[in-house]
């Protein structure tokens, strides 16, 4: 039986493979949706992309919801200089026709959840999660039918990517990610000590490109131009693959380690506000909440990806 997932999502290139890659798996995940929230660009982008990536794939039949346009206290924070003006720079792709769903985001969320037997859906924020934690502040009953949350966010020994202490998903929002890690639902995290594990290199970018279909082009491109940014800061042999870390999981979890651990979320601090304090020696006491990765079999990784990919055509 395929795994029931939402994925709430703000492409991003990176976000845009982490979709290819879950609607390239049919066996093993079923798309319920996809909820758009505002982070790398504005909610106005973040939906179209979703529904380009889509259309990319062939699957006009995926619903897509717009969810929530800003932060739940402050602005928004955006990353054009990571991902270009539009979010999904790199690879020229036809305007979206398919429709966005009428109902807001948190409202789909909310009904899925409430409708759903008990622990079948699993969350996949890939993004701020001002969505998730907004159906939990509006529906806290649904915390206990959620299977798990698996979401990419946080760092522990990267520290971070957006400030020197903070990831940029957990930054944007962390009053709601400290909702959703105070939950009491269980929850997967990919952070940046993996992330930065998963690099596309020359030969992986390559190989994408090699499939020769327009989502091995097109993933091809995207990565291209992620890696411009990422290449210049790091100084890395390629560009980090943050979000389909998420859906690689799922796919095949042996591929990551990590430990249980507390993880709190940092919402007042001058310098480290949004920063995931990450337990990871056991030092606190305080009970664990997350399993946090910390490693990945990079080579496996890319090859499932390839490999995926490689279906859509
Ligand atoms: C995360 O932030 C976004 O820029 C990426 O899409 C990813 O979700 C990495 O910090
Ligand atoms: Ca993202």
């Known amino acids: 039986m395929p795994r029931k997932i939402i994925i709430d999502t703000d492409p991003g290139q990176d976000d845009a493979v982490a979709i290819l890659l879950a609607l390239a ?8 949706g996809l909820t758009a929230v505002a982070g790398n660009v ?19 039949d995926i619903r897509i919801f717009a969810g929530c346009d800003r932060p739940l206290a402050g ?40 409708a759903a037997p008990e622990g079948e859906v699993t969350l996949c924020p890939l ?13 806290p009953e649904i915390a206990p039918r959620i299977r798990e949350i698996v979401l990419m966010g946080g760092a522990y020994f990267e520290v971070g990517n957006i400030t020197p202490a903070a990831e940029f998903n957990i930054f944007v929002d962390p009053e709601a990610a400290a909702i959703v890690f105070g939950s009491g639902i269980p929850i997967t995290v990919m952070p940046l000590d993996v992330t930065h594990k ?75 506000r949004g920063m995931t304090v990450a337990d990871w020696w056991g030092v606190s006491g305080r009970a664990p909440n997350a399993t946090f990765m910390g490693d990945l079999d990079a080579d496996g990784f890319f090859g499932l990806l390839t490999d995926r990919l490689g279906r859509l055509t």
């Open 42 to 60: 504005p909610l106005a982008l973040t939906q179209k992309n979703a529904r380009m990536i889509c259309e990319l794939a062939g699957r006009r």
């Open 127 to 139: 993004g701020p999660l001002t969505n998730i934690a907004t159906a939990l502040r509006e529906a």
């Open 25 to 32: 798996s049919p066996d093993e995940i079923e798309v319920l």
């Open 198 to 272: 998963a690099l596309v290199t020359a030969p992986r970018n390559a190989a994408f490109r090699t499939l020769g279909t327009p989502v091995g082009r097109a993933v091809a491109a995207m990565t291209d131009f992620f890696e411009r940014y990422d290449r210049e800061k790091y100084g890395s042999e390629g560009a980090p693959l943050h979000d389909p870390c998420v859906t690689a999981y799922l796919i095949r979890p042996e591929l990551f380690r990590g430990r249980h651990v507390n993880v709190e979320i940092e919402t007042e601090g001058r310098f480290t």
């Open 75 to 114: 602005q928004l924070v955006t990353a054009e200089h990571v991902h270009g003006r539009t979010g999904l720079d790199g690879p020229t792709l036809p305007e979206p026709t398919m429709p966005l769903q009428e109902a807001h985001a948190v409202a789909f969320l909310i009904e899925t959840l409430r």
